[in-house]
């Protein structure tokens, strides 16, 4: 816990963090209520999207076979994998196939998740990635800190020194040239690049249609240039009809970006197109482990706008790094607490179980009960000694509340514990760490108790 | 064995090795998720969902349309007739000091028979139709008809059947898109009752390339084009 303690001091005093995060949050939230604020029944809508997402996931299998179908009349090879090994020995084959040297790759979680990165250069091929904010990042060394906005943790004068000393451009701390600059250069490779990788928003069962949704257009020019097109995508983003693709195209950009739509939506057919060898592989990586785990299938329904991260009270202190994982925030705690519990059990704490995660989800996934979830899970794997302490410790603790003459016993002997031996205490909480964030409040000069009953004495009460 | 004979076995066995992989890895998570459905068996699927009404709206389709593209900074031009789309598009590119105008000459575009319109007035531009031999990253302009027009979002959606015509809404600086005030419809709901999935790829378009990424500036033109501009076809402009 202490590892965890040091990074959230070092986070918090990071000034520079908490700039960038300040501004680039406290932008996204205003753009989310706006967009909201347009559509006339919000909560109907989200009860939809949730019913379209516990309909799909529940039926996964089924409709995986049916868009497996589709692709395979259609000329696309469909791969399945099951864990990123599965996937580096695709990409090497896909490589050595069709003698990919040059790899474009757009912004993808579930390629974060797999290292999809490294795997493409294990297989030979160099790899750029190229969305603006996964570019700066790569470029960096770092990984993202947001699933919608790699480099949120940034400041603009961040990147200018990363771009001017890596990426060879001239120093500047305005973001219109910076991006600009990135992009001229990015062209080069697009136009150069004999395989693109992408992810996908929304798989479509009855139509075979991939969806993808973006700003730039490097998804756009990873799928139309190249001769060589990869979806690498999770099992878990099928979806039955275009129709539902539809409803939950209207929530993904408002939520994400506070857009009505984002610049490209592109639905891909499901041949690819000519000239063009495509592959879809479709990934578990322990999804299927979470659509057996009881009320941990709502993780399933995930459509990955980030909303929940934005408007979580830790993470805007904090950032997306803090969580040690993939997928930061409320979404990325319940999932690795489920898929990687000897990761999550200390950023299980970035969790003050406010809720505003669960209110903000257009999918309502009760994201801080399945932190909860989490955390009871983490406690039964914990060491019996220390569970039998803090279970001893409980007991005690609800005997003196339990009953009146205990509870008076209790809050007298107190504060005359505090009297007597308050300068160990305070040495003691010192010691733990306690007194680090905030001071100890001083005991109130009278018990409530007592003022209470003396207000009814004076008749203050009717 | 020859080069060609080589790459063929290669293949073979790159597909047997592939397909064995993905059969066994397709079986376990097959076998992972029927598992999962013994021990907690899903609802049985409803068809109806709890869809969303469409609401009424205060303004036109086409003012509210017009007003969206406005928000994305998207250009529009009414125009009457062919005559006057060419003639309006023509003063663009030559305003723009265009060299090099690529059209996806299809659909609208051949009936207002565009491509020598734009010929005729620009005599020092080159302008060419797609597979022609001008590549879309050499073009300053790229010229493409649209599949309908989605008022509610300010959407102009795009249709493509290979990579050269994706590419000419996409690598050009400029876009241009030649609609009809008859492709406009309220919704994206509208659009795909009237336009059932046919297998081709299409791009809902709502604006030029963007992005936020840098302290969540919105930065225009970044991949795509930074300027895309709609030439809206009114009713009737085939008389015109």
Not at chain 1, 73 to 80: E, F, I, K, N, R
Not at chain 1, 250 to 274: D, K, V
Not at chain 1, 327 to 339: C, D, E, R, V, W
Request: with cysteine.
């Amino acid at each position: 816990m202490s590892g965890l303690r040091d990074t959230v001091q070092t986070k918090l005093a990071d000034a520079g963090l908490q700039e960038a995060l300040g501004r680039a949050l406290a932008s996204s939230n205003a753009k989310l209520e706006t967009a909201l604020s347009e559509l006339d029944d919000v909560p109907a809508l989200k009860d939809a999207a949730a019913e379209i997402r516990r309909h799909a996931v529940g039926r996964m299998w089924q409709l995986l076979e049916t868009f497996e179908a589709r692709l395979r009349d259609a000329g696309t090879t469909v791969l399945w994998a099951r864990d990123a090994t599965d996937v580096r020995r695709y990409i090497a084959e896909i490589c050595s196939v069709h003698k990919v040297s040059k790899t474009v790759l757009s912004k993808t979680m579930v390629g974060e998740e797999l290292g999809l990165e490294q795997s493409i250069k294990d297989a030979g091929s160099s790899v750029i990635q190229s969305d603006v904010g996964e570019r700066i990042i790569q470029l960096a060394q770092q990984s993202p800190s947001h699933i919608i906005l790699p480099c949120i943790h940034l400041r603009a004068a961040d990147v200018g020194k990363i771009l001017h000393e890596r990426g060879r451009m001239p120093y500047s701390e305005d973001p219109a040239e910076l991006s600009r600059g990135l992009g001229k250069s990015l062209r080069q490779h697009f136009l150069g690049a004999h395989m693109g990788v992408s992810g996908a928003n929304f798989l479509v069962a009855e139509t075979g249609n991939i969806v993808c949704v973006e700003n730039e257009g490097n998804i756009r020019m990873g799928y139309s240039v190249p001769p060589v097109h990869v979806v690498v995508t999770g099992v878990e983003k099928i979806l039955p009809t275009l129709a539902d693709a539809r409803l939950l195209l209207a929530l993904l950009p408002r939520l994400a970006t506070g857009q009505r739509a984002t610049c490209y939506t592109s639905i891909l057919g499901p041949a690819p197109l000519p000239g063009q060898s495509r592959y879809v592989i479709l990934v578990d990586n322990g999804r299927s482990d979470l659509f057996g785990a009881g009320p941990c299938r709502d993780l399933l329904h995930c459509i990955r706008c980030g909303a929940c991260l934005n408007v979580c009270p830790v993470y805007q202190r904090v950032g997306g790094h803090a969580y040690g994982w993939t997928y930061p925030g409320p979404i990325g705690t319940a999932m690795a607490s489920m898929l990687a519990p000897d990761e999550a059990v200390e950023s299980l704490s970035l969790c003050t179980l406010c809720g505003a995660c669960s209110e903000v989800c257009p999918v309502r996934i009760p994201l801080d009960r399945l932190i909860l979830l989490g955390r009871a899970t983490a406690r039964a794997r914990r060491k019996a000694s220390e569970v039998r302490q803090e279970r001893r410790a409980l007991r005690w603790f609800r005997r003196a509340m339990s009953g009146r003459v205990r509870y008076r016993m209790s809050d007298w002997g107190h504060r005359l514990g505090l009297a007597w031996w308050g300068g160990r205490v305070a040495a003691m909480q010192e010691k733990l760490g306690w007194r680090g964030e905030r001071a100890a409040p001083e005991p109130a000069p009278q018990l409530f108790r007592t003022w209470w009953s003396g207000r009814r004495k004076r008749g203050d009460l009717k | 064995m020859s080069d060609g004979g080589r790459r063929g076995s290669r293949e073979a066995s790159f597909s047997v090795a592939m397909h064995n992989r993905t059969r066994s890895a397709r079986a376990a998570i097959r076998g992972r998720l029927d598992t999962a459905y013994e021990g907690q068996r899903p609802d049985p699927p409803e068809e109806s969902y709890l869809r969303p009404t469409d609401q009424p709206v205060p303004l036109s389709d086409l003012e509210r349309f017009l007003e969206r593209l406005r928000e994305h900074q998207v250009g529009y031009h009414l125009v009457a007739g062919a005559e006057e789309l060419a003639e309006l598009m023509a003063n663009q590119i030559y305003a723009k000091r265009g060299r090099k105008a690529l059209l996806d000459n299809r659909g609208v575009m051949l009936q207002c028979r565009l491509l020598g319109g734009l010929r005729q007035r620009l005599l020092d531009v080159i302008v060419e139709a797609v597979g022609a031999g001008l590549a879309a990253d050499q073009a300053d302009f790229g010229i493409t008809p649209c599949e309908g027009l989605i008022a509610e979002t300010g959407t102009i959606v795009l249709a493509a059947d290979d990579r050269p015509t994706l590419q000419v809404s996409l690598l050009p600086g400029r876009h241009f898109v030649v609609a009809r005030e008859a492709q406009l419809v309220v919704d994206l709901a509208t659009w795909m009752a009237t336009h059932p999935g046919n297998g081709r790829h299409h791009i809902l378009l709502s604006g030029p390339s963007r992005t936020a990424d840098i302290e969540k500036q919105v930065v225009i033109g970044v991949h795509g084009p930074w300027k895309v501009s709609l030439f809206i076809l009114r009713d009737g402009w085939e008389q015109r």
